[in-house]
């Protein structure tokens, strides 16, 4: 008998290990509010480099940033009510 089971390795939890999702989104949307810690940075982009979801969750964020900043993200809900019911 071995000890030798498959299991998924950890690293190890420290100040410098990898950032889950979660952990990744919220520093990419600190990013993207102008807020850039070249430590935090270095972390994120690694873990972006290995997960899609992450990189595809930025690409959005960042649009959504890039329209927001322009005025354009959220369209007011316009007055387009037409009460077409009772006409006659
Ligand atoms: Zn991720």
């Known amino acids: 008998m071995g000890m030798d089971g498959g299991g998924p390795r950890r690293p ?3 100040a ?10 919220a520093e990419l949307s600190a ?11 270095a972390r994120v982009d690694a873990h972006l480099a290995g997960c899609p979801a992450c990189a595809r969750w930025l690409d ?3 649009a959504v940033t890039r329209l927001a900043r322009l ?5 007011a809900p316009g007055s387009n009510w037409v009460s077409s019911a ?3």
């Open 12 to 14: 190890g939890t420290g």
């Open 16 to 25: 410098a290990g990898p950032v889950d999702c979660a952990g990744c989104r």
């Open 31 to 41: 990013r993207l509010d102008g807020a850039d810690d070249p430590r935090v940075l």
């Open 60 to 62: 959005d964020a960042a």
């Open 71 to 75: 005025g354009l993200a959220v369209p």
């Open 86 to 88: 009772a006409a006659r």
